[in-house]
């Protein structure tokens, strides 16, 4: 599967972004799907993951109730809609597809994107 993310950039706090991440090269819908971020020097950390159908969503505390992933596979498409931005968002962020949606979460996904960066600043 190759993943390409979009959609980053500079916006101001509790300001609002999109992510966007096109897959091909392997039947979309058989894969969970989701995001992970980070900061240089730090670990990569997971974000947020769907399930193969997008009808279950599981988010990182700290970005519980600001961050919505959704998908569309007839698109092969998968969304991170990031609302009330922090500067603690600032972080290059990647999207990750893979059979085993916990191997998401444990950020071990099978697939990576190339990260996109997302700059939350005054």
């Known amino acids: 599967v190759q993943l390409q993310a979009s959609g980053g950039g500079l916006v101001q706090p509790g300001g609002s972004l999109r992510l966007a991440c096109v897959a091909s090269?392997?039947?979309?819908?058989?894969?969970?799907a989701g995001w992970a971020r980070q900061v240089p020097g730090k670990e990569r950390e997971f974000v947020a993951v769907?399930?193969?159908?997008?009808?279950?969503?599981y988010y990182a505390e700290s970005v519980k109730g600001r961050f919505t992933i959704s998908r569309d596979n007839a698109k092969n498409m998968v969304y991170l809609q990031m609302d009330s931005l922090k500067p603690e968002d600032t972080a290059v962020y990647y999207c990750?597809?893979?059979?085993?949606?916990?191997?998401?979460?444990?950020?071990?996904?099978?697939?990576w994107g190339q990260g996109t960066l997302v700059t939350v600043s005054s």
């Open positions: 769907t399930n193969r159908g997008g009808g279950s969503t």
């Open positions: 090269g392997r039947t979309f819908g058989n894969y969970a």
């Open positions: 990750a597809t893979d059979q085993v949606l916990h191997k998401i979460v444990v950020v071990t996904p099978q697939y």
